[in-house]
């Protein structure tokens, strides 16, 4: 027997699909935003095949360790900006913001690791023009950091429209914030592969 | 109370100006490329790399170079009636007269950071027996002022995009708005040009000068083809209404 919905119902196992939803040039934006960065990877490995034996000394100077905690850090957040939207979604004004404040405390703690990773660079004595893989370094993770901070900013004004007496974000922004914020995580998985890991002998 | 055919006329022929406007966007391109070319320019331009008898050497290789140069700097001020036709359409359904200000403020230091440089450059291919160093420091001085002042560009796509994003009934589909966030993200790490002698980071680099290239000419033909078909839509509306 066949369940008659009406046309466009949301079922249990489909999320729902509005007009409200990310559109199609927020989707071609991000997409062209990453292509900017494997243009950067594309250089990198480039570099990376003509100054092997340098690249892979200078890599192995960098923490793994920190570089991998960041990473579970980030994808953590991915999944509470998840939580966040289906809380948006459903109304769950306290659910998304708890869940949002949970984003923005990983993305500290993102900042302040790699805070402490540029300190023991610059203090080891590397900088942005010292060598071909800490310019790499430093400019890929820079740029990175530079679109967490922005990821950072669309979630903390998603997060303020929560407030008391304030209009809430459309679903159409809270998907985008978080759609860029899964982005940011990408690209922080392919550099630390590329760089931490990928880079070692 | 309808409008006289004298008004009428003059509604017209601002918008065939408004099409004309719109028009120089991709002339921005065509021109500014053939000055370019005519230089020596393109297709290889200088790099922050170059040794300073290669420096001058290509400005003491002819008149072309700096009267191709010239022929861009006219090229990159056709952009001036595209900034002034964008506001004016941002402006004509929003009721936030700041954006258009803005965009038209920031356009317009935009264009003034294009022309001054090409003067520059053009100034050094002027008297090329001068000693080498200032034909050097004149060189470096019009690249790094080409390339690297972004910011008031950043502002400019940043403002665009407010505009069509956040207004209903903007002139501008949506995705052009997202198209100037994208632009704008692709200026923001030109300052690295100041940091790089050598590689993609320079001045002369793939992601710097070849990326802003780009980005800027699908932007100025994009804004440029979407004004001038406001132009010609709105040109229609106003003899069906007649």
């Known amino acids: 027997m066949t369940t008659l919905l009406p046309p466009g119902r949301p079922t249990a196992r489909e999320p729902r699909r509005t007009a409200d939803s990310v559109e199609g040039g927020m989707w071609a934006f991000l997409l062209l935003d990453m292509t900017v960065f494997a243009l950067f990877f594309g250089a990198y490995a480039w570099d990376l095949r003509s100054h092997r034996p340098a690249f892979t000394a200078e890599a192995a100077s960098l923490s793994s360790v920190?570089?991998?905690?960041?990473?579970?850090?980030?994808?953590?957040?991915?999944?509470?900006?998840?939580?966040?939207?289906?809380?948006?979604?459903?109304?769950?004004?306290?659910?998304?913001?708890?869940?949002?404040?949970?984003?923005?405390?990983?993305?500290?703690?993102?900042?302040?690791?790699?805070?402490?990773?540029?300190?023991?660079?610059?203090?080891?004595?590397?900088?942005?023009?010292?060598?071909?893989?800490?310019?790499?370094?430093?400019?890929?993770?820079?740029?990175?950091?530079?679109?967490v901070g922005i990821g950072s900013v669309l979630l903390l004004t998603w997060r303020r429209s929560l407030a008391h007496g304030r209009r809430p974000a459309s679903e159409r922004w809270a998907e985008s914030a978080g759609a860029y914020w899964h982005m940011v995580d990408l690209l922080w998985l392919v550099i630390f592969t590329l760089l931490y890991v990928g880079s070692h002998r | 109370m309808t409008a006289t055919t004298s008004e009428r006329a003059t509604a017209a022929a601002e918008l065939?100006?408004?099409?004309?406007?719109?028009?120089?966007?991709?002339?921005?391109?065509?021109?500014?490329?053939?000055?370019?070319?005519?230089?020596?320019?393109?297709p290889f331009p200088l790099r922050a790399s170059s040794t300073t008898a290669e420096v001058v050497r290509f400005y003491a290789g002819g008149v072309h170079v700096p009267l191709g140069i010239a022929l861009a700097s006219v090229g990159v001020s056709l952009v001036i009636p595209l900034v002034a036709a964008m506001s004016h359409l941002v402006r004509r359904v929003d009721d936030r007269p700041l954006l258009a200000q803005v965009q038209l403020v920031a356009g317009a230091t935009t264009a003034a950071l294009l022309v001054v440089p090409m003067l520059v450059m053009a100034t050094a291919g002027f008297r090329p027996d001068r000693p080498a160093d200032l034909t050097v420091l004149l060189n470096d001085l019009a690249w790094l002022l080409f390339l690297t002042p972004v910011a008031p560009f950043v502002i400019q796509n940043l403002v665009l995009a407010t505009a069509v994003l956040t207004h209903p009934s903007s002139v501008f589909p949506r995705w052009v708005g997202y198209l100037n966030l994208w632009v704008g993200f692709t200026f923001t790490f030109d300052v690295l040009a100041y940091a790089f002698h050598t590689g993609p980071f320079a001045w002369h680099g793939l992601l710097i000068f070849w990326l802003a290239l780009t980005s800027y000419a699908v932007w100025l033909v994009v804004m440029g083809w979407h004004v001038r078909r406001a132009a010609v839509t709105l040109l229609h509306e106003s003899e069906e209404d007649r």
């Open chain 1, 66 to 147: 920190v570089g991998g905690v960041n990473t579970l850090v980030l994808l953590g957040s991915s999944y509470l900006v998840v939580r966040a939207v289906h809380a948006h979604r459903s109304g769950d004004v306290a659910g998304t913001r708890r869940a949002l404040t949970g984003v923005l405390a990983c993305a500290a703690v993102f900042v302040g690791l790699k805070c402490v990773e540029y300190v023991h660079a610059i203090e080891s004595g590397h900088g942005l023009t010292s060598s071909p893989f800490f310019s790499y370094y430093f400019v890929l993770t820079g740029l990175h950091l530079f679109h």
């Open chain 2, 16 to 42: 065939r100006i408004l099409a004309i406007c719109g028009w120089c966007g991709p002339a921005t391109v065509a021109v500014a490329f053939a000055g370019w070319l005519v230089a020596g320019v393109l």
